[in-house]
């Protein structure tokens, strides 16, 4: 049967399958990790409780309105990104930071969205910081040159 989790309760999980609720031992959890509130698992209906209890891999839960922790990472992390176009250089470390961990809980989250997001947040901010420093580097390069020429040409800072 397929159901989902509602959560976890005195070492005991409790699950939603068609309108009934199902409780489930901890020792019935067959799946990396600890069970977490509205993932999708199949299972064994014995006498009023669920057995071999197994998340179903890439199924995410129906439940509108809810966004995994990785989702809102990545939507964060997107928004510094923008945010880092108008004040360069904090928002774009967060958002480098957001996108990465984010990337990290969706690929383990199995969160296409969240992961795309993630995404878009680390590589937007590494290339909007690589812009930056490659800008930083053209004026003082530029400053140089001006300056080299005044040394040459001979007009140092006691002629001024």
């Known amino acids: 049967m397929r159901g989902t989790i509602l959560g976890m309760h005195d070492g005991r999980g409790v699950l939603l399958a068609g309108e009934q609720r199902l409780e489930f031992p901890m020792t019935e959890w067959r799946s990396a990790g600890p069970p977490s509130a509205g993932q999708i698992v199949d299972f064994v209906e014995d006498a009023g409780q669920a057995r071999a209890v197994f998340v179903v891999p890439g199924a995410t839960s129906a439940a ?26 904090l928002p774009t470390i967060a958002a480098f930071v957001l996108g990465a961990i984010g990337a990290s809980q969706a690929q383990a989250e199995r969160d296409d969205t969240a992961l795309l997001l993630s995404r878009i947040a680390w590589i937007g901010a590494l290339v909007l910081l690589s812009i930056g420093i490659l800008a930083t580097l053209a004026v003082f390069a530029f400053i140089g040159a001006f300056g080299m020429a005044a040394i040459v040409e001979g007009f140092g800072i006691d002629h001024f």
Request: proline fraction near 8%; hydrophobic fraction near 50%.
């Open 64 to 89: 509108p309105g809810r966004y995994s922790g990785s989702f809102v990472l990545g939507a964060i992390g997107v928004g510094c990104l923008v945010l880092g176009f108008v004040i360069p250089l």
